[in-house]
């Protein structure tokens, strides 16, 4: 019976390896031809190169039009750390207020906000340019960066809401016969004890803006203001000859910061997830 059980464990984990490493092959393959010869990138399918060369970051990194890829970087993290930080903060706001306080149509306002996460974004993607071209937003960073800072994620609200009903009521009670208004309580409290959440925000957050190549490419035309998304894009021709070496060499560098912020944030994240009801 025991040897049964064990070989039933190693089967598993064999198992649950093999899908691993097929879930991963794209990627291997990815970074493997960022250093073939570009005659090898498609003839050549093993994931060890048989020639290895540079020449696909240095050509990739040079940019378009002059401006080199560092810029599309710096861009991307620029929209990408403001986008985290007005989640952060009026997201948390926002749930605290749905959360600990009381107010008139709570509840039919709470329904109308989860309401709005089942909206397609195409169906609201045309009257926002509309919007955004009156202000003359367009060709600039603010239509990815302004909703943010107005709880525009209702999915965020949702998960840091729930996170907030976990917290016990009592330290909220405890802390206003100690003389603490409510700003106190959100600020020196209830934050504090929701910082999963928080980093599950920001790592969510992150991810979807640095990612995000839609709403980049409807909203940024100049070059100047490229990110990193719409840098790779301008790499492929589909009318003419593309360079596949630099366009694959600068995705595989696209993909550092994600991967970084999300296994160093991995505990929390987790942690996050499973406190908040969601699965």
């Known amino acids: 019976m025991v040897n049964g059980i064990a070989y039933g464990k190693i089967a598993r984990h064999t198992f649950i390896i093999l899908i691993g490493l097929l879930m991963l092959y794209p990627v291997l393959w990815l970074i493997s031809a960022s250093f073939k010869p570009n005659t090898l990138i498609f003839s050549d399918t093993s994931l060890w190169p048989k020639e290895f060369t540079f020449e696909h ?33 009026t997201c948390s706001l926002t749930a605290f ?23 397609p974004y195409h169906v609201t993607l045309v009257p926002q340019y509309i919007v955004y071209n009156k202000l003359a937003w367009i060709n600039t960073y603010l239509p990815l960066i302004v909703p943010k800072w107005l709880a525009h994620d209702s999915f965020f609200i949702m998960l840091m809401v729930q996170f907030i009903r976990g917290i016990p009521k009592e330290l909220d009670e405890s802390a206003t016969i100690d003389g603490c208004s409510q700003v106190h309580i959100y600020w020196r409290i209830v934050l504090p004890l929701m910082v999963p959440a928080l980093i ?63 296994f160093s944030l991995q505990r929390y994240f987790l942690e996050g997830i499973s406190t908040t009801g969601l699965k």
């Open 97 to 119: 207020a749905f959360a600990r306080l009381e107010f008139k149509f709570k509840k039919f306002w709470f329904g109308v906000m989860l309401l709005t996460i089942m909206l």
């Open 200 to 262: 599950t925000t920001a790592i969510f957050t992150f991810m979807w803006a640095w990612d995000d190549f839609f709403s980049q490419m409807i909203y940024l035309n100049r070059v100047q203001l490229f990110t990193v998304q719409l840098g790779i894009r301008s790499l492929f021709d589909p009318s003419g000859q593309s360079d596949w070496g630099a366009l694959l060499a600068m995705s595989v560098l696209s993909l550092a910061p994600v991967l970084t912020i999300f």
């Open 57 to 89: 970051y240095r050509d990739g990194w040079k940019g378009l039009q002059g401006i080199s890829f560092g810029r599309f970087f710096a861009n991307s993290a620029e929209i990408s750390v403001l986008s985290v930080l007005g989640n952060l903060i």
